[in-house]
């Protein structure tokens, strides 16, 4: 995740008016959601960090650390190759066939990794499960807990059907500016994007008073243990509907919602541009970011502190249920 230094959220969504949902659409949702194994949440997280332990970071030369304020942005500390081919390579063993965007660059060339169901009955219709794999030294909960969720989500998913195509994208070099996702984007013009949810950092929570940084314009609890979604004006349907299946499964308390006035790049909330789901936002996208806060709670953010026995894993596991849930309820599947 970009380091954020001085986030104005400017509208929190209580979503009082919510959505009705069905109960044989809840009943499916929770069913989906139920299968997510906090065990292979902690073995994936464990796997993606000993690939960004054992990896060779990019060439310091690349950057011109005079300018760069190293200690907010790390850049002789970034990996990804060896994360990128075992997404990819989980991927493949889960069955999918998988494809990837590459962007050739002088300096940062870029690699997205992509597995996808074809929905049977509305296949132009599509739900986007994202997440980057880059990371600044270990990369824990930025961002191996958002790939982790991804990759369990994936596993469920795997041999279903669903009326709308489902697609899992595994997004390169966000830490250096949304590059991987900002190509992505721009190289499907015009796609009907249903809903897509982009994980980043997603898997520290501490409930201590004070805990959590408060966020100029925003109030928030002051302790760190929520889920916050961030929408634009035009993703705020998805966002709401969010809100009612956590309601409808048990989860209520459990996201606080924060809507970015219009298309989300106005002067006042730029700042809230600040993963992944920006480029989906700017095309006129829907996109939902899910994330703990990172630096706003995370003391361990962009440090080598930021290793897997910080995250909270039942923290983790609930995120990625409910966020399955919002899969399966926004792709209408699985199907029979």
């Known amino acids: 995740m970009r380091t954020l230094s001085a986030l104005l959220l400017l509208a929190v969504s209580s979503c009082a008016s919510r959505p009705s949902i069905e109960d044989t659409e809840v009943s499916r949702a929770g069913d989906f959601s139920a299968g997510v194994l906090k065990s292979n949440l902690v073995s994936d997280v464990a796997a993606l960090v000993e690939a960004h332990d054992s990896d060779t970071p990019l060439d310091c030369a690349l950057f011109d650390t005079s300018v760069i304020d190293t200690d907010r942005r790390p850049v002789c500390h970034v990996t990804r190759e060896k994360a990128r081919q075992l997404v990819k390579a989980r991927f493949e063993a889960l069955g999918y066939t998988v494809s990837t965007h590459e962007t050739e660059d002088e300096r940062f060339p870029t690699i997205n990794v992509i597995a996808e169901i074809p929905g049977v009955e509305h296949p132009d219709e599509v739900v986007v499960v994202g997440a980057h794999y880059d990371a600044y030294y270990s990369g824990a909960d930025d961002n191996s807990s958002g790939v982790s969720a991804m990759l369990e989500m994936a596993r469920l998913a795997a041999g279903k059907r669903f009326a709308r195509t489902v697609r899992f994208v595994g997004f390169d070099l966000e830490e250096l500016g949304l590059v991987g996702s900002t190509r992505y984007v721009q190289n499907r013009p015009g796609e009907e994007i249903v809903a897509s949810i982009i994980f980043d950092c997603i898997g520290y929570r501490d409930a201590t008073p004070g805990a959590q940084k408060g966020l100029p314009g925003l109030p928030l609890p002051s302790t760190g243990d929520f889920l916050a979604g961030v929408a634009n004006e035009q993703s705020r349907p998805r966002l709401e509907e ?95």
């Open 242 to 336: 969010l809100y009612a299946l956590s309601s409808r499964l048990g989860y209520d308390g459990f996201m606080k919602g924060v809507v970015a006035p219009k298309d989300g790049s106005g002067p006042a909330s730029g700042n809230l541009m600040r993963s992944d789901h920006a480029p989906f936002w700017m095309a006129g996208q829907s996109a939902l970011f899910l994330t703990d806060t990172a630096n706003f709670r995370n003391p361990n953010y962009h440090k080598a502190s930021d290793v897997p026995s910080t995250l909270d894993y039942d923290f983790l596991s609930d995120v990625t249920r409910l966020s399955a849930a919002g899969l399966s309820f926004w792709a209408e599947g699985p199907l029979p």
